[in-house]
């Protein structure tokens, strides 16, 4: 089973900011959050992955507060073609990725 | 860099027919895994190898599915016979082993097989 909670949906506009909050409760000591992005008819792709605090590469920033019960994914500027499912994940490193039904984020001009 | 490819790109069989699909991961990886995504949900493993050997496959309805990969390299995974359900896109994902230098593992993961089941 999956260990996070996430919106089923979001809705932007072009230019905006869109933050993806993530629940995970019960994560454990030696996981780390990643998030995956996948478009239709591919498969998903890593975006970013953090432990603590925050994250930040070209693509998105990854927010992780003290207590690590939850993370938000931050994009930047969202364009259409930003439009796809983000699945937020926590695992050991080297261990196999339990995908939960992810966030289906639909970008509009 | 090569990414993770597979082959074919789409399926259409008739229940109780027999299917394979074929996997071959990235250049030194591995770990390999297989997964199966029903439409509108996310991918659910179905199995994980390490080089040659099964490390998880609970999730593998092993009385009709199977996989394997001989050689530690390429993978192959089967279903027989079909039932309806099992209409998904079916990925094949590839990392390197925790250790190799890296504390995270990403996997890449294929296009995938779209499998229809009729």
């Known amino acids: 089973l999956a260990k996070t909670t996430q919106p089923i949906s979001m809705d932007s506009y072009e230019g905006q900011e869109v933050n993806i909050t993530c629940s995970h409760n019960?994560?454990?000591?030696?996981?780390?959050i990643t998030w995956y992005q996948q478009f239709p008819s591919q498969g998903p792709r890593f975006i970013i992955q953090?432990?603590?605090t925050k994250v930040t590469n070209e693509v998105a920033s990854l927010f992780i507060p003290a207590d690590r019960k939850s993370s938000t994914l931050s994009l930047p500027r969202v364009s259409l073609s930003d439009t796809a499912v983000y699945y937020c994940l926590v695992n050991q490193a080297g261990t196999a990725l339990i995908f939960g039904k992810g966030t289906t984020l639909s970008v509009s001009s | 860099e090569a990414g993770v490819a597979q082959s074919p790109r789409y399926k259409i069989i008739e229940k109780r027919q027999s299917v394979a699909f074929w996997c071959n991961p990235i250049s030194g990886h591995a770990t390999l895994y297989w997964y199966q995504q029903i439409l509108g949900q996310g991918p659910k493993l179905l199995i994980q190898?390490?080089?040659?050997?099964?490390?998880?496959d609970s999730q593998l309805p092993k009385d009709r599915f199977s996989a394997e990969r001989l050689k530690g390299v390429d993978s192959t995974l089967k279903i027989q016979p079909a039932k309806l359900e099992d209409s998904a896109v079916y990925l094949c994902?590839?990392?390197?082993?925790?250790?190799?230098?890296?504390?995270?593992?990403?996997?890449?993961f294929g296009q995938g097989t779209r499998l229809t089941v009729v």
């Open positions: 190898f390490q080089n040659n050997g099964v490390v998880d």
């Open positions: 953090g432990y603590k």
């Open positions: 019960n994560i454990a000591t030696n996981d780390y």
């Open positions: 994902a590839s990392s390197l082993v925790r250790g190799q230098g890296k504390l995270f593992t990403e996997a890449f």
